[in-house]
């Protein structure tokens, strides 16, 4: 079946849908494909909050956020990017309010906001109340309440589409093709602007808070077609994963007050971030975690964890203010935080890299910021680069609200001026061969057993702290997988709901993100953010203040360009806390 | 410990009608319904069809129907079921394979209520103001996932498909009670009508059935009262 949409954007997330409503507010015909119903999409598990400026509980300026985010990325973060960030995060947060979001409130009727890791006053000084938070469900209430909007303005959904192809020829974006899973049927889509915005890839790890889903699908797609991939070697590890499990537990439990133990009972991020101590950004607490179980201070009986101590807060901020992760460690490991601290670890959560866009979301294919016409991205998917090596906690919901509003816009207008470019079955062709190998194969390699090995050997290999040894073991071990990930083979072979072969597909592009992610990791001899190597300990702005841009050449071979950083306000500075 | 799995299964290419296979797994305790289903689809039977994705209650793919009680597979864990299980999809909707069914009749009840703020009023510059207590006033339907466990537990969904069901009721809840929605009487005309809430007989399946603990027949109440009190 062929459709036909001005504006089609790829996925439901929060990214997505703030996309596909500021395109449709735009005048745009508007559909989204996604491979999960909405709202069964990951930005519903954030937690914490989205840091605004608003000042509603201290003074506060979007200058201090702007500092505080490119400091946080190790000033690897675009400034032109933090700037319009910073200022429009404050205008999205109130922009959501009106949608109907349920924020907290302050006495006075105002927006509450919470302390979050590495969000600062006064350049640095101390942690401020910046997080504008419902709960600890912030990003289910952003989902519900995108979506809900959604509906309010008849925006068409394609649920449980997954996008296989995004057809590109002579330069331009022409259409999409996914396979229906209701029906295994393939769809061919034909848009004036396609918007992606599907989301991380949390899944090449072992141990992750992302969703079974979350396997970087169009970052794969793009990355075959040879646009580059921008930063990978940047992934953010939470530092409280529920453990062993891997599940999120909200930075907002530190911001509430919550401390960090070691097995001795000592509150650690003392000695690595004396002034903001627990509330250190998420690569710092991630680092001192790991070297303080390696130094033999862990806790349990194989002293692989550490503590999140919430004893001393008052239940009731416990209950009212942090119920669902209370709940996740009482159902989970059976230890009620309101008595005794929760064994933490850290857990792969977030890719600051992904497709590279300019400040409205277009895609761009060099370091010329040359764009491609009609393709756009936005969110987890995209970089732009707004986190630079490291993510601070909350700009993620902001940024997908700030991002997707643009790339909706741009998008938007784009497809005004634009015509329809032809299509025709053959653009099919590339999917239905890859599907019918995938189904039609007698091999011998499993789905499930490769998976599990790419997740256990990047976990080894290439997550907290790398070495360029343990990098090219793993290049050597992606290269083997890749090799033996031709000769999978699925029993099902049916057409409804093959979710076995969507598994195969998700794989597939697991094991690209991951080349590309160890590839750029192995390449940047520096340590910066959320990349530490640990036989290049520095930082090194002489050599590496620059952006990677990682391109495929063929399985195992990876080429780079690079973009420089875009400097502004701040000046890079060490980076302590 | 070894745990046997009944799983209700059905492939609309090959079989008439659903019927049950079982499974032997090798389970812990603390694993959850969900892992098991990925140990039978990992490395027993890859045909076994079902939803998913965050894995830990917050999304509302996985509801089903677990030991005869309507439950998240990610959020049930063996401990508390012992060592035979049945899984069977959620009752009530059209089964499309195995543990997966139509969701459209669900979500379309859902669009029903219109499940989103009513107020043409001009916005001020900055957020509306809200007091505590008036936030609080609808918190419990804010935490809805929209997984269906309490519409699909529900006796009267399962004889009567047009009924709009508890979680269309909880949706309209939470804005019939935000002190910033305008849209009441719009939303009456679904909730008073025919299929609205006057064919809740409060039997309590959706309260029990509710992974995320809203006080679903409590909410249903309030809701028939506000229209009873608007009549007057």
Redesign the interface.
Known sequence: MAHRHEVIVVGAGGAGLATALYAAREGADVAVVSK??P????T??AQGGIGAALGNVEEDHWEWHMFDTVKGGDYLTDQDAAEVFAKEVIEA??EL????L??????????AQRRFGGHTKDWGKAPVHRAAH?AD?TG??IL?TLY??C??HNITFYNEFHVTDVILEDGVAKGLVALEL?TGELHLFQAKAIVIASGGFGRIYKVTSN???LTGDLQAILYRKGLPLEDMEFYQFHPTGLYP?G?LLTEGARGEGGILRNALGERFMERYAPTIKDLAPRDLVSRAMYLEVREGRGCGPKKDHVLLDLTHLPPEVIEKKLP?ITE?SR????VDPLKEPVPVMPTAHYAMGGIPTTLWGQVIKGEKNTVVPGLYAAGEAACVSLHGANRLGTNSLGDLVVFGRRAGIHAARFAKDADYHELTEAHLGESRERIERIKNSTGKE???ALRAELQQSMMDHASVFRTGELLKKQVEILKELMDRYKRIS???K???????LVEALELGYLLEVSEALVHSALNRTESRGAHAREDYPERDDQNWLKHTLAYKVEDGKVAFRYKPVVLGRFEPKARTY | MQVTLKILRF????DQRPHWETYQVEAEP?DRVLDLLHKV???Q???L?????????????DAMLINGKNRLAC?T?VKDLGSVITVEPIRGLPV???L?VD?EPF?AA??AV????I?DEP?P????????E??ER??QG??C??CASCTTSCPVFWVNGTYIGPAAIVQAHR?LF?S??RGKRERFKALGSGSGVWRCRTAYNCTEACPREIPVTQLIEEVKRAILMDRF
């Open positions: 999960l119903y709202t069964r999409s990951h519903g598990a947060v109130i309010e009106h949608m109907g349920p924020f907290d409130r302050l006495p006075n009727g105002k927006i419902a469900r289910h209430m519900q809900q909007q509906v309010k209701a969703a079974y889903t499990l599940i669902d996740f159902i989970y490991l059976g499993k789905v499930a699925i029993d099902d049916g057409d409804a709901y093959n979710t076995e | 492939d609309p290419q090959k603390w689809k990992w490395d039977d890859g045909t069809a079902f939803r998913r994705s965050c894995g830990h209650g917050i999304c509302g793919s959020k864990l499309e394979k195995d997966i969701m979500f859902y669009r219109k499940p989103y703020l107020n916005p510059q900055r957020e509306r103001l809200q007091s505590p008036e936030r609808f918190d804010t935490k996932i929209l804005f935000d910033r929605d």
